[in-house]
C-alpha cells in the first residue's frame, strides 16, 4: 500500500498511514503530487553578514598598519611610530572580531582576550626598550584577574564547574608562565609571579574541594589520571 497523502510505502496489514494517521484508499504506484504537508525547500547559500564584515576588518586592519608602516618610511626615520601601532590594531581587530562579533564560549572569550592584551602589552614593552614592566605587574595580575573572572562565574551555578572546566584548567596552567619569564630574565620582579602561581594553585585546590564528583571525574580525565 502506498498512502496517498506522504507517498510511503505502508504494510498491507495497517488500515492508517503511520506518519499522516490517515486511511488508506488503496494502492498506488507513485506518490501523490502537491502534497501540502511536506513542502519542498530549496537550500541556498547565503553569504552571512558576520563573514562579510570580518573580511571588512581584516582588511581595514591591514591597510591601517600598511599605511602606518609606508608612512613612517617615508617620513620620520629616527622615531618608529608604527611598531607602537600595530599590535593596538591588531588588538582591537581581535577584541571585534574574537569576543563581540563571535558566538565562542565565554571561557575561550576570557583566555583569547587575555593573551592578546599580554601579547600586545609585551610588544610595547619590548618596541619602547624599557624595563620589562608588563611582564613584571600587568601580565601576572590579568591572569590572576582572568582566573578570578572564571572563578566567579562558575560559583553563580553549581553546572558551569563543568562548562568551564577546560578554560579554568588552561588559566591555572598560565599562571606559571610569570615564573617562566622570571627564570628565563624577561621579569625582574619574583613576588608578582609567585602570587600569580600561588594563586593557580590555590584555585586548583578550590575547585578540587567545592566541585562535585563530575567535575573531579572530569578534570583526572582532561589530566590523564
Same mark, same amino acid.
Given at each position: 500500500?502506498?498512502? #496517498?497523502?506522504?507517498?510511503?510505502?505502508v504494510d498491507p496489514a495497517h488500515a492508517t498511514c503511520p506518519l499522516c494517521r490517515r486511511n488508506l484508499h488503496g494502492k498506488g504506484d507513485a506518490p501523490s503530487v502537491g502534497n501540502?504537508?511536506?513542502?519542498?525547500? #530549496?537550500?541556498v547559500e547565503e553569504q552571512r553578514a558576520s563573514s562579510l564584515l570580518s573580511k571588512w576588518l581584516i582588511f581595514i586592519a591591514v591597510s591601517v598598519i600598511g599605511l602606518s608602516v609606508l608612512i613612517n618610511i617615508l617620513g620620520n626615520h629616527e622615531v618608529w611610530w608604527s611598531l607602537y601601532l600595530m599590535p593596538c590594531v591588531l588588538y582591537a581587530w581581535l577584541f571585534i572580531r574574537h569576543t563581540l562579533m563571535s558566538k565562542s564560549h565565554l571561557g575561550g572569550k576570557i583566555v583569547v582576550q587575555l593573551l592578546g592584551l599580554s601579547g600586545m602589552l609585551l610588544w610595547l614593552n619590548v618596541a619602547a626598550g624599557t624595563n620589562y614592566w608588563s611582564t613584571g605587574y600587568v601580565i601576572p595580575f590579568l591572569m590572576m584577574a582572568a582566573t578570578l573572572l572564571i572563578t566567579v562565574i562558575c560559583c553563580t551555578r553549581k553546572m558551569r564547574w563543568r562548562e568551564f572546566a577546560g578554560y579554568l584548567l588552561t588559566l591555572i596552567l598560565l599562571g606559571f608562565v610569570p615564573l617562566l619569564l622570571y627564570a628565563v630574565g624577561m621579569s625582574h620582579v619574583l613576588w608578582t609571579a609567585v602570587a600569580a602561581?600561588?594563586?593557580?594553585?590555590?584555585?586548583?585546590?578550590g575547585m578540587c574541594l567545592i566541585a562535585d564528583k563530575g567535575f573531579r571525574k572530569d578534570m583526572k580525565r582532561r589530566l590523564h589520571f
Amino acid at each position: 500500500m502506498r498512502c #496517498e497523502s506522504c507517498g510511503v510505502s505502508v504494510d498491507p496489514a495497517h488500515a492508517t498511514c503511520p506518519l499522516c494517521r490517515r486511511n488508506l484508499h488503496g494502492k498506488g504506484d507513485a506518490p501523490s503530487v502537491g502534497n501540502s504537508w511536506y513542502p519542498v525547500y #530549496e537550500a541556498v547559500e547565503e553569504q552571512r553578514a558576520s563573514s562579510l564584515l570580518s573580511k571588512w576588518l581584516i582588511f581595514i586592519a591591514v591597510s591601517v598598519i600598511g599605511l602606518s608602516v609606508l608612512i613612517n618610511i617615508l617620513g620620520n626615520h629616527e622615531v618608529w611610530w608604527s611598531l607602537y601601532l600595530m599590535p593596538c590594531v591588531l588588538y582591537a581587530w581581535l577584541f571585534i572580531r574574537h569576543t563581540l562579533m563571535s558566538k565562542s564560549h565565554l571561557g575561550g572569550k576570557i583566555v583569547v582576550q587575555l593573551l592578546g592584551l599580554s601579547g600586545m602589552l609585551l610588544w610595547l614593552n619590548v618596541a619602547a626598550g624599557t624595563n620589562y614592566w608588563s611582564t613584571g605587574y600587568v601580565i601576572p595580575f590579568l591572569m590572576m584577574a582572568a582566573t578570578l573572572l572564571i572563578t566567579v562565574i562558575c560559583c553563580t551555578r553549581k553546572m558551569r564547574w563543568r562548562e568551564f572546566a577546560g578554560y579554568l584548567l588552561t588559566l591555572i596552567l598560565l599562571g606559571f608562565v610569570p615564573l617562566l619569564l622570571y627564570a628565563v630574565g624577561m621579569s625582574h620582579v619574583l613576588w608578582t609571579a609567585v602570587a600569580a602561581a600561588v594563586y593557580a594553585l590555590l584555585t586548583f585546590g578550590g575547585m578540587c574541594l567545592i566541585a562535585d564528583k563530575g567535575f573531579r571525574k572530569d578534570m583526572k580525565r582532561r589530566l590523564h589520571f
